[in-house]
Nanobody
Framework: VQLQASGGGLVQSGGSLRLSCAASGRTFSTYTTGWFRQAPGKEREFVAAIRWSSLGLSTSYSDSVKGRFTISRDNAKNTVYLQMNSLKPEDTAVYYC??????????????????WGQGTLVTVSS
């Protein structure tokens, strides 16, 4: 699986951005896909994850973005999105998408993800 993240940019505080993670691979729709971010001088942190299975759609969010960010996927386009609303300066970071075959969305460790895209920079000005 190869992942390509895009959609980052500069936005004012309170604004919105939508990140996209386009994937190759016919079985991507069954993978758990997550978004992580890394701010300057800080460790990479979990943002959100999504998994689609025969049981339905599962999602999870970090407390810092819950209620502001929404993760979704379009299996026909092999793409996962991260809609980011009410952005704050502290959301400034490089955002990465990642995927794994069998993980649960509740597992927020970056070590369980096997495939990573390149980052896309999100800058929120105050």
């Amino acid at each position: 699986v190869q992942l390509q993240a895009s959609g980052g940019g500069l936005v004012q505080s309170g604004g919105s951005l939508r990140l996209s993670c386009a994937a190759s691979g016919r079985t991507f729709s069954t993978y758990t896909t997550g978004w992580f971010r890394q701010a300057p001088g800080k460790e990479r942190e979990f943002v959100a994850a999504i998994r689609w299975s025969s049981l339905g759609l599962s999602t999870s969010y970090s407390d810092s973005v819950k209620g502001r960010f929404t993760i979704s996927r379009d299996n026909a386009k092999n793409t996962v999105y991260l809609q980011m609303n009410s952005l704050k300066p502290e959301d400034t970071a490089v955002y990465y998408c990642a995927a794994n075959r069998y993980g649960d969305v509740s597992d927020k460790r970056d070590s369980v993800y096997d495939y990573w895209g390149q980052g896309t920079l999100v800058t929120v000005s105050s």
